[in-house]
């Protein structure tokens, strides 16, 4: 990721740190303006104390699903964001049902399937056959 970032952006400085036990040290020593996070391990053991100290980035990027391991923060300070990639597409199957469910009113289908009712409609077909195939309510006045 270093590397594509110094591709793309050759005048910004990267560092690099790859355990909790040594980031206090660099961030101390690199003291950057913007951090790029993924909570790996434990999220108990996440040194938050270290990046939210008062000489802390002014942005916390975290590369998952989640900000919870960085709680509480001034938000005045240090912008948090995060982009959960693993999920994001269960995000957006999920927001675009909520859409469709309230748009459409869905609440009221399942209401009806919950009390077992079927609402007719002028689309009815005749089917032979031996059996029930549907319980219905029908409008005496409409026939249907």
């Known amino acids: ?57 002014e942005w916390i990027a975290v590369g998952g699903s989640g900000v919870d ?13 995060n982009s959960a990639g693993a999920a994001s597409s269960m995000v957006a199957e999920y927001a675009f049902g909520m859409v469709l469910h309230f748009t459409l009113g869905i609440a009221g289908p399942e209401a009806d399937r919950l009390e077992q009712y079927w609402r007719s409609t002028r689309m009815m077909v005749p089917l032979k ?3 029930k195939l549907l319980k219905s309510r029908v409008d005496p006045e409409r026939g249907y």
Request: hydrophobic content about 35%; aromatic content about 8%; glycine content about 4%.
């Open 129 to 131: 056959g031996k059996g």
């Open 69 to 81: 391991h960085l709680a509480p923060w001034d938000a005045a300070k240090t912008t948090v964001t």
């Open 1 to 57: 990721m270093a590397a594509r970032l110094h591709t793309a952006a050759p005048d910004a400085i990267v560092e690099c740190c790859q355990s909790y036990d040594n980031l206090p040290e660099h961030l101390q020593q690199f003291k950057p303006d913007i951090v790029y996070s993924i909570c790996f391990n434990r999220r108990a053991s996440f040194p938050h104390e270290a990046l939210l100290e008062h000489h802390g980035p």
